[in-house]
């Protein structure tokens, strides 16, 4: 299983970008699939969560500003983020989701991840 994550840049405050992770090596199209990103000295922090049959679910942090979707004829999922802030700054990372809950999903395989940074 592989999965490479790209998009990640230096933007500034209020800026948007979008994040993409191609998968490969799973049945894709019915694979829940997680973003998450990691801040040095800090936790794997959970970002959001996307079904395989499309139900999206977020974390308080990100809720109204990102949004995930995929594209199973791509083997893709992406991340568009909105209105970023500083504190959005880290590296992240897509994964599969192997079980837990909605807000606390267990993540199996990811990407090495794609650092994002938010400053002006």
């Known amino acids: 299983v592989q999965l490479v994550e790209t998009g990640g840049d230096l933007v500034q405050p209020g800026a948007s970008l979008k994040l993409s992770c191609v998968v490969s090596g799973l049945r894709f199209s019915t694979q829940h699939m997680g973003w998450a990103r990691q801040v040095p000295g800090k936790e794997l922090e959970w970002v959001g969560t996307?079904?395989?049959?499309?139900?999206?679910y977020y974390s308080d942090a990100v809720k109204g500003r990102f949004t995930i979707s995929r594209d199973d004829a791509k083997n893709t999922t992406y991340l568009q983020m909105n209105s970023l802030k500083p504190e959005d700054t880290g590296v992240y990372v897509c994964a599969t989701i192997t079980g837990g809950t909605i807000v606390s999903p267990e993540f199996g395989a990811r990407g090495q991840g794609t650092r994002v940074t938010v400053s002006s």
């Open positions: 996307i079904w395989f049959i499309g139900n999206t």
